[in-house]
């Protein structure tokens, strides 16, 4: 069956300093890979996904996620926090298709100046 | 951003009445999610709708629930009898890719139910 972790329930940074939220996956097959955030009391955005190619996707607001085959990960990365960043962070898996997504339990990040 | 609609942004409903929560979708595509969290918890997969039939639903999605799609362009899905473990965030999403090859999934603000 498919899962996600993402080991790290809360992580707090200072602001402009650098991120990396880690998401390790199980799946028999090269997965499709996201990430979704969600502020306090608002649905999923879509940061940033992973089909096919090169490992290193970009996303919106400066982030970036690099798949690792090899260590079954899809970490999300930022050089410089916004306050603005303040949020919970979803990482899912999916196969290509019609099938639903699995989420992991997600990450909140706290931003502190 | 594709945009996906939900009606209400927040119910709030007494234990054993009916509920239902409206989305509207990407426009013609014949796939569709229905996910819930519980406050605090991971987003987890109800059921999905292809073509005006369900194609596949989870263990949560029991028989006080259903979707419909009543007209052309809403999907709802209706809780019979809520129960107060009903109270979570309710989302719909919507896949783009072609009509019938779901990719990436767009979802909607939600519907926050909260069950008395």
């Known amino acids: 069956a498919q899962s996600v972790t993402q080991p790290d329930i809360h992580i707090t940074v200072s602001e402009g300093a650098s991120l990396e939220l880690r998401c390790n996956y199980s799946y028999g097959a090269t997965p499709y890979l996201f990430w979704y955030v969600q502020s306090p009391g608002q649905g999923l955005q879509l940061l940033l996904k992973y089909f096919s190619g090169d490992t290193l996707v970009q996303g919106i607001k400066g982030f970036e996620a690099e798949f690792k085959r090899s260590q079954s990960s899809f970490n999300l990365r930022k050089p410089s926090v916004h306050w603005s960043d303040a949020a919970e962070y979803f990482c899912?898996?999916?196969?290509?298709?019609?099938?639903?997504?699995?989420f992991g339990k997600g990450t909140r990040l706290s931003v502190i100046a | 951003e594709p945009e996906v609609t939900q009606t209400p942004s927040h119910q709030v409903t007494q234990m054993g009445q009916e509920v239902i929560l409206r989305c509207v979708p990407i426009?013609?595509?014949?796939?569709f999610y229905w996910y819930r969290q519980i406050l605090g918890q991971k987003v987890e997969f109800l059921v999905s709708f292809y073509n005006n039939e369900i194609s596949e639903k989870s263990e949560i999605f029991d028989d006080q629930f259903s979707v419909e799609r009543p007209d052309g362009s809403n999907f709802t899905l209706k809780i019979r009898s809520t129960k107060l473990e009903d109270s979570a965030m309710y989302f719909c999403a919507s896949p783009t890719g072609s009509r019938s090859w779901a990719d990436t999934q767009y979802f909607g603000p939600g519907t926050r139910l909260t069950v008395l």
């Open positions: 426009s013609n595509h014949l796939y």
């Open positions: 899912a898996v999916g196969p290509r298709g019609n099938t639903p997504l699995v």
